[in-house]
């Protein structure tokens, strides 16, 4: 039994449950949401904003910081918590995603990948073992695994192949960890096919890591694609270890997932919609771009406690939004980061109450009461 995560409690009428996660950094109380902090900072969202929106755990990017500022810098600065002015926890990703994406700028091979930077296009060479030190400088409290994100589209064979490189690349990881104080989690693949991601949850448990995720979902597959996915690794994955969905982040995507029993998610979804002027409610989206607010005195989401529906109105939050302000960002962002970690205490609310099946009914039945909203003018 890991001594980092304990299951509190299991919804009778299906597999959500509460947990909590301990970390260098402080608890963590689960299911969770972690806002994505790429470059060492949540867009448009200082600390403090942060913290009274609720949130209990970042993530930041290995590749991006890697780059730029370098991770040396970072841990001459005395580690990422401390220049980023964050004392609670952090995840970072392995940058195994980003190279994924990079698509015509990198070659994958057993050692590693060769990749040519999206900055100023100087070439790199990245290996399971620099993706754990540069982690381990960056001093994240969970770090990720090194591995192959597959194309949703991927053959068998191709997957396959990919799917022995990165347990290949998990087992090394593994053995270039140094450092106790951070959480080590592997990575299962596989794609679209159980019986591959059965393969990869085997062999990462025989190598034995604190918290196993899903990687390559939300890379373009259907929802019941993903779904099934979820089902079948639920069945393998050891109840008393952490799970986390990365990448995922509708906040339908969310409620599905911890039916299903996991734990953990991250996506830059509130922050980029929010940026684009898409806020989330408990009664579906809400673009505030429409003309219909203009005169609109109201908050974002009357049902929200958050400090921007408790200050400013639908009108207000239009006018900057349509002037161009960088407060609109700022406000839009702080609200869409605590509602869907106000989402996740709700979650955990009904599972404790062991009434999780009701709450996602009622969920579903509220979202889609304003579809209108998710129309463009």
Known sequence: MPDHFKVLHQDLGCQARTGRLITGHGEIETPIFMPVGTNATVKAMRPENLKDAGTQIILSNTYHLYLRPGHHLVEQLGGLHRFM???????TDSGGFQ???????RKITEDGVRFRSHID?????LTPELSIGIQESLGADIIMCFD???P??????????????????AARCKEAHRRPDQLLFGIVQGGRFNELRRRSIEELMEIGFDGYALGGLSVGEE?????????????LLLPEYPRYIMGIG???DLVEAVWRGYDMFDCVMPTRNARNGMLFTNNGRLNIKRKQYE???????????CYVCQNYSRAYLRHLFRSGEILSSMLNSHHNIAWYLNLMARMRDAITNNYFESFRNEFYQQQNSEAENNKEE
Do not use: Q
């Open 148 to 150: 192959e994100c597959p």
């Open 85 to 91: 002015s964050w004392d609670a926890p952090i995840l």
């Open 295 to 305: 005169y609109d005195d109201g908050p974002i989401d009357t049902e929200c406690n």
């Open 152 to 169: 949703a589209d991927a053959d068998y064979g191709y997957l396959e192949r990919s799917l022995a490189m990165t347990g290949r690349w």
């Open 223 to 235: 929802k019941k694609v993903m779904h099934d996915v979820m089902d079948g690794c639920s069945e």
């Open 99 to 105: 190279v994924y994406s990079l698509s015509e700028l």
């Open 250 to 252: 509708t906040p339908e």
């Open 121 to 125: 296009g100087s070439m790199h060479f």
